[in-house]
């Protein structure tokens, strides 16, 4: 199976700041990545797909990046709303596979 | 593009319960489906794919044997069919189709 392994695991930051999340595929899954963002008792919801591609009705604050084995989720300024738990998903495989997740938490 | 499951509840340990998620607002039989599933305080993990013919069906580890998946396109529908319930499989079991959201879910409680 393709493991996916996110860092950090617990990011503390503040309004304002620009907030970067790596996630790292034991292989190459070409873009075949998703992020999504869950806040507690919700469902997780789709930023990016496909590594770089900003889900309709996201705001343009979260960006996507990478291929291949190294991508990036980076929020350009951490707005409130923002505090949650994100993790990548790889697609690539048929044995879909999540990252451990990353906490955003205030600072 | 709208997922709806039900089909959760309590059940004993060797216990066995339904899944199904009522699909919407897209060309359902042109889409793979996926179960994925979160144990209470834990992150997410996959645990079966479908293809949108049912050619190909893949399972994790961890129910492999134990879970059927399936579906239905004339009635826009994937199911997932859980015998031999153990309590490591309490979870809010979710429908998810990739590059597309997820339905809010359905908790499955196994315990005596």
């Known amino acids: 199976d393709i493991q996916l392994t996110q860092s950090p695991s617990t990011l503390s930051a503040s309004v304002g700041d620009r907030v970067t999340i790596t996630c790292r595929a034991s292989?190459?899954?070409?873009?075949?990545l998703a992020w999504y963002q869950q806040k507690p008792g919700k469902a997780p919801k789709l930023l990016i797909y496909?590594?770089?591609s900003l889900e309709s009705g996201v705001p343009s604050r979260f960006s996507g990046s990478g291929s291949g084995t190294e991508f990036t989720l980076t929020i350009s300024s951490l707005q409130p709303d923002d505090f949650a738990t994100y993790y990548c998903?790889?697609?690539?495989?048929?044995?879909?596979?999540f990252g451990q997740g990353t906490k955003v938490e205030m600072k | 593009v709208q997922l709806v499951e039900s089909g959760g509840g309590l059940v004993k340990p060797g216990g066995s319960l339904r899944l199904s998620c009522a699909a919407s607002?897209?060309?359902?039989?042109?889409?793979?489906m996926n179960w994925v599933r979160q144990a209470p305080g834990k992150g997410l993990e996959w645990v079966s794919f479908?293809?949108?013919?049912?050619?190909?069906?893949y399972y994790a580890d961890s129910v492999k044997g134990r879970f059927t998946i399936s579906r239905d396109n004339a009635k826009n529908s994937v199911y997932l069919q859980m015998n031999s319930l153990r309590a490591e499989d309490t979870a809010m079991y979710y429908c998810?189709?990739?590059?597309?959201?997820w339905g809010q879910g359905t908790l499955v409680t196994v315990s005596s």
């Open positions: 998810a189709r990739d590059e597309a959201g």
């Open positions: 607002g897209f060309t359902f039989n042109i889409y793979a």
């Open positions: 479908i293809s949108s013919s049912s050619d190909n069906i």
């Open positions: 292989q190459s899954i070409s873009s075949w």
């Open positions: 496909k590594a770089s």
């Open positions: 998903q790889q697609y690539d495989s048929y044995f879909r596979t």
